[in-house]
T-cell receptor, first 113, second 113 residues
Framework: GNSVTQMEGPVTLSEEAFLTINCTYTATGYPSLFWYVQYPGEGLQLLLKATKADDKGSNKGFEATYRKETTSFHLEKGSVQVSDSAVYFC????????????FGQGTRLTINP | GAGVSQSPSNKVTEKGKDVELRCDPI?????LYWYRQSLGQGLEFLIYFQGNSAPDKSGLPSDRFSAERTGGSVSTLTIQRTQQEDSAVYLCASSSNPNQPQHFGDGTRLSIL
């Protein structure tokens, strides 16, 4: 079946550090890939997405590139801020015409000033 | 606001009781999804409604779970004869169509004593 595996957390970094959160997937066909973020006390929000191989999704300084050859969608940011502290979820949608999302287990990120 | 609204925000009930959780999607959104976020299982898809089509119930964990969507808008998720393993945060999401990003509500935190 379809699945997403994320880097285990929690991850703690200092402000301005480089961030990578690894995500790999297993899916039939050509899934769409997403990163969602859940800030403390808030609901899930879409951070970025990519719908086909070699696409790069980007938002708020975060980037992720859809790599079909390695079945990966790693999240990166060059210089993190305290406000980036949140739980990050990698997800895929493999069903044509319906975004039933399959989520990874989430990675809790804490940025210290 | 114009976001997805869920009620109640918190629900505590005794094992064996029935519960109803409500979701008000964003006005005009035809696609509505329910997910469950629990410590042991992460984020799991439960059920999907699209317009007037028959719902996709493939994620419902048992026949104690059911959901309906009246008039293509408000949705209710019902859990009968609740068990302790039903304790979780139940999330609702909607999108303008199945190929657009999902907007999530803040969830209902359900605790079964």
């Amino acid at each position: 079946g379809n699945s997403v595996t994320q880097m285990e957390g929690p991850v703690t970094l200092s402000e301005e550090a480089f961030l990578t959160i690894n995500c790999t997937y297993t899916a039939t066909g050509y899934p769409s890939l997403f990163w969602y973020v859940q800030y403390p006390g808030e609901g899930l929000q879409l951070l970025l997405k990519a719908t086909k191989a070699d696409d790069k999704g980007s938002n708020k300084g975060f980037e992720a590139t859809y790599r079909k050859e390695t079945t990966s969608f790693h999240l990166e940011k060059g210089s993190v801020q305290v406000s980036d502290s949140a739980v990050y979820f990698c997800a895929l949608s493999a069903v044509q015409g319906a975004q039933k999302l399959v989520f990874g287990q989430g990675t809790r990120l804490t940025i210290n000033p | 606001g114009a976001g997805v609204s869920q009620s109640p925000s918190n629900k505590v009930t005794e094992k064996g009781k029935d519960v109803e959780l409500r979701c008000d999607p964003i006005s005009g959104h035809t696609a509505l999804y329910w997910y469950r976020q629990s410590l042991g299982q992460g984020l799991e898809f439960l059920i999907y409604f699209q317009g007037n089509s028959a719902p996709d119930k493939s994620g419902l964990p048992s026949d104690r779970f059911s959901a309906e969507r009246t008039g293509g808008s408000v949705s209710t998720l019902t859990i009968q004869r609740t068990q302790q393993e039903d304790s979780a945060v139940y999330l609702c999401a909607s999108s303008s169509n199945p190929n657009q990003p999902q907007h999530f509500g803040d969830g209902t935190r359900l605790s079964i004593l």
